[in-house]
Structure formats: C-alpha cells, structure tokens
RNA sequence: UGGGGCGUCGCCAAGUGGUUAAGGCAACGGGUUUUGAUCCCGUCAUUCGGAGGUUCGACUCCUCCCGCCCCAGCCA
C-alpha cells in the first residue's frame, strides 16, 4: 500500500496554504463541474480526487456542478451515469447537485447589467463574419459595425432574443473588451447564442443559452468557490474569467488554477472521441469493460480505491506528460492482491482423471480464501477422481527442464492447488491426435503436506472437480488500442484499434460457488489473474477478466 | 507567426542558490513461497533541453537559442 502523508505539496496546495495563512480564504470551496454530454473516464477522476480530495484534506466543501449551457449535447441519463459513478468513487458532496441551468435567471441579469454599463453589446455578424472581424493569431481584429449601438437598443433586442423573435444564428450577445487583444479570448467574445432547443432541466423558458466563459466563473462566484480547478487548456481563458468576475456584481471572487490533464498511453481520453467509440458501435457502450470510462473500469472489475490510489500518485503539475497504463495497472493490481478472494478457474479445460481412487480420501478441499489473509477465511471445494487442469499447463514434451516447464509432463509430479500431488501417467488421444484426458495418480496422504522424501513436484498448478465444476464464459481483454499514442500516427485514432482487445472463451470451469458470484465481488483466479463478474443480463455465468498477473515467466 | 504554458532517469515526478539530484512505475539481478503471484533485498541520472553569463557555489538567478503543448466554436 501507497501512503500520501509524507508526499510534499503541489503546487495548487501551497497556493492554498498561502491563501489560509495570508487570510484571503478561511474555508475552501471547490467543485468538480462536468458537462453531462458524456460518460465520466479516468481523466475526470484525477480531476474528482483533486478537487474532493483538497476540500476533505482542508475541511472544506467540494459542489459537484453540471455544466449544462448548451443543450444541444446534453442529456439526463448523462447526468444520472456521472452522478452514479462519482458517487461510486467514493466521494460526497453537500446538499443537491448544482447546475448552471439553476443561475440562468441570475445571468441573464448580469448580462443586462453589462448592456446597462456598455460593456456588452447585441451583434448580428454571422458566425462566418464573425471570425473574420476576429483576425488572427497574428493580426488584431475589427470592431463589429454593432459595437457601438445604444444600450437601449442592445437590451430590446436581447429581450427579442431571450423570447424566441430572432432566428438561430442572427444575433449573440458580446461583451465589449479589445478586439486588438493578444488573447483571442478577450476580443469581444459570445455571451449568449440563441438556440430554439429544449434544455433538460429549464425546458423551453430560454431560447438563448450562456456561453461557458460568460457561465463559468460566474457560477463558481455564486456558490463561494475559492479554488476553480481547470486544466491546462483553459489558461488563456483566464483574463476573461477575472474580466466576468471583476466587472459584474458578483457575490465573491472566485480564481482559477489550470494544471495537466491526465493522459495515458494505449487509451484515448477524450469524451469526444469514446463518443465516437460508442456510437459507431467500436465497442458495446460507455461501459464496454474495454473503455477507460469510470463505469467501464467498474463493469472490467477495477475497484473504486485502485483507481483512486493511481490518481493520488498522479502529479498536480503544469506538465503535460503521458503517464504508462503500466502504472495504472500496478495501482489496479496492488489493491485487486490485497482484497480480491482467491478462487479457481480452469480458462481451457482438460479432463484428468486421477486412476488409484482408493488413495483419494478427501472428497472436499479446504483451502484459504487468501494465502497472507487469515482474516478471509477458508472454503471448501469439492474434489474428486476427474478434474480439470488448464491444456497449457500439461505437455508431452518430456524433455523441458523442471525449471523451464514448471507443470505437468508424464512421468513427473505436480502439486494441485491446496491438495495433492499427482503424477501423469499417461495421455489418451483421439483419432485426430487430440488429447482428450489425462490419466493421473495421485501421492497419497499430500493434501496440506509437503512432498514426501525423493518426489519433488516441479511446480503447482490450479484445478476445478469436473463433477461439480460449473461453466462460464470468459472475456479476455487487451487494450483497446494496438500503439502507444493513437493520436500521433498519420491515420485516425480508429485505425489503430486491436481488433485482439475482446477474447471470449466459452467452456471455463469454475468452482461451482462462484455461480453465486455478484458484479462487484472481487477475485484472483489463481494463476490466471483478477477477474469479477460481469453485469450481463442473460443468466450465463460471464467473467471479465480485470487484468492478468504479472508474469515474470521468461519462456 | 501574436499571446499563454511547459522542458530533471524509458514513463510520472520531488527539488524554490550549498542535498551523495527524493520517491513511484518499468527494467534487471538475488532470496522466500503449495499462485512462474505476493513479499523481501539489491542495481538503475557525476547530471538536470542547449550555449553562454552572474556567484566561493546554479537543476535552482540572468541572457540567447532549441523543442513540445494550448488559444483564431454562436463547444466545454
């Protein structure tokens, strides 16, 4: 286990320690505000367990806040999914949720109160019009011909506009700032759109909605967040967040902070691009277990605390690296070890039937549910003269080394997962040369002992009783994508996908309790690796494999 | 190109003028082991994008250069 305590500040807590200390702030505020246009992934929850994390670790509040203002791309099963998973991450927030579309009333005053003040102005420049009085990044831009009109006329027209008179597209409202700016941002950028759309929580009331400069900070102002937390693309947004904040009668002034938004290698974290992974069907939905959404992580058997313990290892840093799935996968694996009860599952089965039955005394198995955890108890697994092992763990190649093949091989030992050691006899094939079992004799009295003088088992090897071994199916995952940067090569993302990511694998035999098993139960098939059940409906036993062991084995 | 931001081990990263340049991941050795797992021990930057300069002393300060990221949506 991974400790913080001893971690040094980053840098936005010793901006925090400084606001404390100088007394700018005595309570912290902060929010996690995602726009409900998509599922949540694990770039979000490095952004969820900073800006929780930092109101938990200063007794402070955390909002959770949709940033709905536009409607076009917004839904509510959105907003019921990011609920869902925040709260499954394990973290809490005051009171309701919040939304932007809960201060639209109180915007659309600050709006007129910018008209009032001429620092806002009713434009009918197209979008196309639009850029080009914009300039470039090089040249300055040109005042709108609309700049300068009344105040008077500004605020009927943005009235005609809030009621639905004017057509989409015909007018914005824009703050007057410095079209010759060197912020692009600063050069009288949209207030308001018209949009004639059904919004999800105001319905038909507004035909205009908030740009998401004009909402941002205003909303962060409203609910007294002291620490607005964004990532590093929106520093240049900056400048207008203070201009919002410093022009308008807001209740309290809120800062931004911008700092490095996870990325990882081998996943694509982008909603607008496992938007795309889902609607062209790539995978089988916003929780396929191969997307690297929060409530894909969850359906792939990932725990709440890995992926919470990966991203308290993550830096708070304006560096914007790529981090190795390598560490996500030691945070996933570091914490399935220590939680996850062990079982057996045999992937590709192959019958062994153990021939000297009256030196089989045991027709049940007690075994512990974790080798270093006492406190996880014991089962009992049935056991008997026809079992399966795994076909990758016999071979009729005699002449691998014990320490090349640690496995069955005729004429040698084994020891069987917390019970005998057997001994291949022989191997019984069909006319196509295949083999259909194994016959095997078990060393009497070894269950709980060690080898008896001069038989030495090369290695140990996982089992199910055939009798009693129920079936299932297995899903194999790989990653999603077959290169390290997806984004980087000539071609598009989707080009590089593994067509390899999905294996499924009928006709596992599990222990037969493991029918019971429940979607969030955690377990490491021995051997094999972690693997929880998966959340299918039908009424077949389906198990996803999390992530495999590591395997220092080098063939 | 104008503006903003960033460059320390394969990856992430601490370091805020005097440290033997932390730590994690990965990798590689070795030990324990009824999981080729876990666990344990060890190895892994004479060097901080480059070049100058200031200083007794620089990853930390200055100058110039190089490279990468973000901004020209009525997206967020």
New binding site residues.
Partial sequence: M?TNLD?????IQ?IINADLAANRVDKIITRF?P?P?GFLHIGHAKSICLNFGLAEQYGGICNLRF?D??P??EDQAFVDAITADVKWLGFEWEGDACYASSYFTQLYEWAMYLVTKNKAYVCE???EQ??AY?????EVGTDSPFRDRAASESLMLLDKMKIGEID?????LRAKIDMSS????LRD??LY???KISHQRTGDTWNI?????F??GQEDAIEGVTHSICT??????RPLYDWFVAHLPVPSEPKQYEF?RLNL?YTVTSKRKLKLLVDEKHVAGWDDPRMPTISGLRRRGVSAQAIRNFCD????????????V??F??FI??DL?VNAK?AMCVIKPVLVRLTNTSDITLSTITAPN???NELMGHRNIPFSEQIFIDRADFTEDTSLSR?????LVIGDYV?????YIIRADEVIKDNAGAITEILASVVPN?????APEGIRPR????WVDAKTAKNCRVNLYDRLFSVADPDAGEGHFLEYLNPQSLIKVTGCKVESDLALAVPGDYY?F??EGYFTRDICSDDELVFNCTIG??????A
């Fill in positions: 991974t971690k040094p500040p980053h840098f010793q505000p726009e246009n940033d203002t536009n076009e791309k420049l197209n979008a639009m850029r914009r300039g470039t990044l090089t989409e597209g015909a007018m914005t060197a912020n692009i941002n950028p949209v759109r018209i949009k909605y908030p740009s998401y400069d909402a941002h590093l693309e929106f520093a240049a947004n490095g290698n290892s993550l830096a708070v840093a304006k560096t914007d690296g790529t981090v190795d390598a560490q996968e030691h694996r570091d070890n062990r974790h080798p270093n320490k090349k093949f640690k496995r020891r069987l997962r917390g019970g070894t269950v709980g002992k060690d290695g140990v090897i996982h490491q021995e051997r062991l590591r395997d220092s084995w080098k």
